[in-house]
């Protein structure tokens, strides 16, 4: 999941919507009729075909001007088989799902593949779809700005005035469909997406950002779901939404980060940087404290140097997934002086803008944030102290502290009314939805839903750390239906 998100400040009230309101205000559309599927472009599983479908800029004005989401399928190859739609709810906010089924058709088991049509999409504002972009200058698209993290000296000064700058650039350059994208538009949208494919109900299986928009569409449309997996969840808190999941970085990196140190002490590993587990953790506080005083050149990387707070973004990515740990461990490595440095990998200006630009739509549409500088300070100057591995980034300042724009409705509170369809699956340890978040989605739900926890670290679950016992739990609700009767637990796999 990538995340852009941030902020504390005084709080606000914030009236919240009931379940049952949200779906009254946007009846069957009996105009959405059939897509018009056709072949991909670029580089997909041949059988995954593509269409647009056009839904209203504002569901208030459904008449209006249109926009249009970009949706992709790959049909069962068992007619007689088939349940229905699996939809598949990306990541981010930001990320696209269009590539989804074609990445899921090669890792689900074939009695999920009989049973349903994988449909993805591109939501509102990302790739395919009717896009957006900021316009911003190519050094505000460094993640050390995007996730930011204070000076040296623990001065937020110039985080402020990233801040502000791209607020304003965003909201001058945005236009109406920035300004129209939200979590509660994305759950209509997916409602639209449902009545087009001429479904009465769909099952979906969302992840990361996509675990919150999958709640907020089963809790907004709730007779309209059919099995819902919502896998590596965010805390749904209605008073901080986003700003939340960005203070859960500091709990999931310091649950996740002991992975790391006992497979960069291992004594077979060959990016080995430490004899013991206890000697990783100081290590990468000194390096990186060290990289603070006096960074390292990097050329073609944005910024063009290795910074202790690019060294601490690298160490937050290389947390999603135990593959990227050689990523961080080289890092470390040459930042000590070991190795050579890596070639940057810097992805294309174009997409950054992309996903940054309905990032900041999402987080900033869907809550209004505090917008005090000197409790944004305050914040972080703590937080650097309880939590070093982060170093005040999950409670630092965001565009969203200077978003113009009020949020046009307040944000959906999850509830347990209606069907008890949901399933949620959680890694112990993950860094960016971290496994006490998970638990106040599931409280949220009730008895609505049950949780599998898995006993293992990383970001995503279902299919995406070999654990067979999480995994059987799945497949077996999504081809029978049938949930536990009660939470599951299963350990590491061997």
Request: with cysteine; glycine share 10%.
């Amino acid at each position: 999941m990538s995340k852009l998100t941030g902020t504390t400040l005084a709080t606000l009230a914030v009236t919240v919507l009931t379940a049952l309101p949200a779906a009254a205000a946007v009846p069957e559309h009996s105009g959405a009729g059939g897509l018009d599927w056709t072949t991909c472009q670029g580089r997909v599983d041949p059988r995954q075909q593509c269409a647009d479908l056009t839904v209203p800029l504002d569901y208030n004005d459904p008449d209006g001007r249109q926009i249009t989401l970009a949706v992709s399928r790959i049909a069962t190859a068992k007619p007689g088989l088939r349940r229905g739609v699996l939809l598949t709810v990306p990541g981010g906010p930001g990320g696209s799902g269009i590539g989804l089924p074609t990445s899921a058709v090669g890792r689900l088991p074939q009695s999920v593949l009989d049973r349903y049509d994988l449909v993805g999409f591109d939501p509102r504002g990302v790739g395919g779809s009717t896009p957006v972009s900021c316009g911003l200058d190519h050094s505000d698209l460094a993640m050390v700005k995007l996730r930011p993290r204070p000076a040296a000296d623990g001065s937020i000064d110039t985080n402020l005035a990233t801040a502000r700058r791209v607020a304003e650039t965003c909201a001058r350059n945005g236009g109406p469909v920035l300004r129209s994208i939200s979590t509660a538009n994305e759950a209509r949208d997916i409602d639209r997406i449902r009545q087009a494919l001429g479904e009465r109900k769909l099952s979906a299986w969302g992840t990361s950002y996509g675990t919150y928009a999958g709640a907020v569409y089963a809790t907004m449309f709730p007779g309209r779901t059919d099995r819902i997996v919502l896998d590596s969840n965010d805390d749904p808190d209605p008073s901080k939404v986003g700003r939340g999941w960005l203070a859960a970085f500091g709990q999931g990196a310091e649950d996740r980060f002991p992975d790391f140190a006992a497979w960069a002490s291992a004594p077979d590993n060959p990016d080995r940087v430490a004899d013991t587990p206890e000697q990783v953790r100081p290590l990468f506080l000194d390096l990186a404290a060290r990289l603070d005083a006096a960074p390292l050149p990097w050329p073609g990387a944005n910024p063009a140097e290795l910074s202790g707070n690019v060294l601490r973004e690298s160490m937050l990515n290389s947390l999603y997934a135990d593959a990227k740990f050689p990523d961080l461990a080289r890092l470390m490595l040459a930042g000590l002086g070991r190795r050579p440095l890596p070639a940057p990998v810097v992805p294309p200006d174009a997409a950054v803008q992309n996903t940054l630009a309905v990032s900041v739509g999402t987080l900033c549409n869907d809550v209004r944030w505090p917008a005090d500088p000197a409790a944004y300070a305050k914040d972080t100057a703590a937080d650097r102290v309880a939590r070093p591995l982060t170093a005040g980034m999950p409670v630092n300042v965001m565009p969203c502290a200077f978003w113009p724009f009020a949020p046009a409705e307040p944000p959906v509170r999850v509830t347990g009314r209606g069907p008890a369809n949901v399933l949620l699956a959680q890694n112990l340890r993950d860094p960016a939805t971290p496994y006490s978040g998970a638990l106040k989605l599931r409280a949220a739900f009730g008895d609505r839903a049950r949780m599998v926890t898995v006993d293992s670290g990383g970001h995503d679950v279902y299919l995406a750390n070999g654990n067979a016992c999480g995994d059987a739990v799945v497949t077996d609700f999504l081809v029978t239906g049938r949930r536990p009767a009660e939470d599951v637990y299963c350990p590491a796999a061997d």
